[in-house]
């Protein structure tokens, strides 16, 4: 079995605790899985995109252009794909690749385990403030995110 997460079901983002959770509870459910069925040989892995151009993707784009006077190219640029070192979106025919790939021969030893597509973005610390930070309707803009943070703390 192979399913389409998100890499939010490795890291946490604010303003999307639902989906989120959602995507954790899908890669929770890949682990079960693979393990009560490894013993007849079922596998199961999770794919873990960033942001993928779908119409979903495109329409959050439009969406936070409008809410925020921002062009799409500048929502784009300074917000979804800000924390990534790859500036490109993902497109489908790349997971659908990975998936072809998993679902080969090669791709039984991936069982339980996330694979990741996030473009360099998410720290595999998994405390990735900076990822997928695009606004929700009503939410402060990046900025005010930024400059409401408090400092960090020593160890």
Do not use: N
């Not at 959602?22 to 490894?38: I, S």
């Not at 790349?94 to 072809?100: G, H, L, Q, W």
């Not at 595999?124 to 900025?143: K, L, N, V």
Request: charged fraction near 15%.
């Amino acid at each position: 079995m192979i399913v389409i997460a998100s890499v939010h079901g490795l890291v946490a983002s604010p303003f999307k605790a639902a989906y989120v959770s959602a995507k954790h509870g899908v890669l929770g459910l890949v682990k079960t899985l693979a393990l009560e069925g490894a013993e007849v040989g079922i596998t199961a892995t999770a794919v873990c995109p960033g942001y993928v151009r779908t119409p979903l993707v495109q329409k959050q784009i439009a969406d936070q252009a409008r809410a925020h006077s921002l062009s799409e190219d500048q929502v784009l640029e300074q917000v979804i794909l800000a924390p990534h070192a790859v500036k490109e979106l993902i497109e489908p025919e790349e997971v659908a690749e990975v998936v072809t790939f998993l679902a080969g021969p090669a791709g039984r030893a991936f069982t339980g385990a996330p694979v990741t597509m996030d473009q360099a973005g998410a720290p595999a610390s998994g405390s990735a403030p900076r990822y997928g930070r695009a606004w929700s309707a009503g939410a402060p803009p990046p900025s005010a995110l930024a400059s409401a943070r408090p400092e960090p703390r020593g160890p």
